[in-house]
């Protein structure tokens, strides 16, 4: 069985799940695991396909071609990928963050993340309110590893100590999801 990474970004409109999926669906393409989402006017979708064997990369990319004209995506890639099992992870916790809107925020907090061997599950954020000092809202699905929960809550609170946002982590509660 082949599997492929498909991504497609372009201005939100109606059709464009059921076209991408039309032309999968011609190389008898399943799709495993998806994201997608609407950022900023824009639609994006993340997916992995499986085919069968016989279908190549550049099967998977004309058929999406066909299916896609005329949308106006402004981005398609297929790669190919293997499937890894044991590199998938689960998240077990949630962190949010919240503050004032200023550069910086996303990198500080993931950064921590990344020197403390966290691995990031999913990350979303928003920026909301009016006037001078929106807000902006953060929240991280995150899989601990090795760290501690409290270990990671003390270097959270220096994160954001230093970038003037509240920090909450937490498990993440299995029937939320």
Same mark, same amino acid.
């Given at each position: ?5 498909? %991504? ?10 059921? %076209? ?6 011609? +190389? ?5 695991? &998806? !994201?997608? #989402? ?11 396909? %499986?085919?069968?064997?016989? !279908? #190549? ?24 990928? &293997? #499937? ?40 979303? #954020? ?15 699905? +995150? ?14 609170? %220096? ?5 003037? +946002? ?12």
């Amino acid at each position: 069985m082949g599997h492929f990474a498909v %991504s497609a970004i372009g201005r939100d409109r109606p059709g464009i799940v059921a %076209s991408i999926t039309r032309g999968l669906l011609a +190389v008898d393409g399943n799709v495993e695991d &998806s !994201r997608m #989402t609407i950022v900023g006017g824009h639609f994006a979708v993340m997916l992995i396909v %499986s085919t069968p064997e016989d !279908r #190549t990369q550049n099967a998977v990319e004309a058929s999406l071609a066909q299916a896609i004209e005329g949308l106006g995506l402004e981005a398609v890639t297929v790669a190919e990928v &293997s #499937t890894d099992s044991e590199a998938s992870q689960e998240a077990d916790h949630v962190i949010t963050v919240y503050g004032s809107d200023h550069p910086g925020i996303v990198h500080a907090v993931s950064s921590e993340l990344a020197d403390a061997g966290v691995n990031i599950v999913d990350l979303q #954020t928003q920026l909301g309110g009016t006037g001078e000092s929106p807000l902006y809202v953060m929240m991280l699905e +995150v899989q601990l590893g090795r760290i501690s929960a409290a270990e990671l809550d003390d270097r959270l609170g %220096s994160v954001a100590s230093n970038a003037a +946002v509240e920090v909450e982590l937490r498990p993440l509660e299995a029937e939320a999801l």
